[in-house]
């Protein structure tokens, strides 16, 4: 029953108007919830809102005005003077389009006029190329965390089942390294791929509905696709992964226990993480200057480069570069791992400290 009704508790609030161009409907439209109470003049009111008798008090003429109120919460500092603001605008350009000679339908007409604008990205998309780049570099960043520990973890299975001695005998050392890591390597990147083609052809198959519920997401699906992203993305993916591949086996030898083998992952842990931290401030700012130099730096520009191609125009020569410096590191790192591999293997004890491994790589 509508007599039942409780009576809303409006807030008391005054205005102080001498031109009459601001009406309660008009008060009420942007500043809502309050009892508005004409003024006549601005004496005590200050003191009216100290002791809670006045909630606000609003003081206008033209396109000034003056807004007392007592903040009781954040929304009131910020929400009231923004919506009075709007109000007093609003109302001195009708006011001025009206003493012009307009009509009222020509006012709210030309106040009511909403822009049809149209963008036109030039060059790549920045919004659409950042998913997509953030993608691809956190699937090498997780690829290479689970695999790479996964090589390690069989490195240390074989030294302490004694499999490795018998090995090291009959072997290379450098070939046994490569072995490992392109066989422990190659078998978790095709476990990873599948999953990625399943993944790949399931967008594919629904694409029809990613375009119709998003635009954005079939954007970027369309670039995954495209044939010069998904070159890059495969190279710097591989290059990336066997970057870090040789250091957690190299380092893997060192240790005879599982139990031992978080004190020598925890170096190639902090290297994939800070190379990814960077890869990640490289999406916000891809021309800043640091991002250009780690984009050239071995082990970092597998993911920093790959970052770079996606959100801007990189010189081909740029990419060559980078890609000439990270082969030459793989094999560096694979031939450093095996000398290390070598000393290791017949090492048993304690997990060896940094100037040990640097001592084993001497020896070797």
Known sequence: DASDAKPVDLRKAAVYDPAGLYDNIVLSAYLPGREWIRLTSLDGVEQKI????LQMALAIDGLHYTLYEKHNSIADASTNAAATDAMVRAVYQTTAMLEAGLSPMQSAAILGAAPEGELITVGKSFFQNYWLAYVIVFLLYMSTVLYGQMILTSVVTEKSSKAMELLITSAKPMSLMFGKVMGTG???????????????????LNFGGWEAMSPMIAGIINSAFSAGILVYAVVFFLLGFFSFAFIFAGLGSTVSRMED???????????????????????MV?????????????????????????????????????????????????YISSKIYRVGVMMYGNPPKLRDIIRYIRQA
Do not use: W
């Open 261 to 283: 083998a978080s004190s020598v992952n925890s170096v190639p842990m902090l290297l994939v993480v800070a190379t990814f931290l960077l890869a990640m401030s490289g999406l």
């Open 50 to 53: 100290e002791d809670g008798e």
């Open 286 to 334: 891809p021309n800043a200057i640091h991002v250009k130099i780690c984009s050239f730096v071995p082990f970092l520009s597998p993911m920093i480069m790959f970052v770079r191609i996606c959100m801007t125009e990189v010189p081909v020569y740029e990419i060559i570069i980078a890609l000439a410096l990270n082969c030459v590191y793989v094999l560096g790192s694979g």
């Open 186 to 204: 190659c078998a978790g990147l095709t476990q990873f791929g599948a999953f990625m083609l399943a993944a790949a052809a399931t967008l594919s």
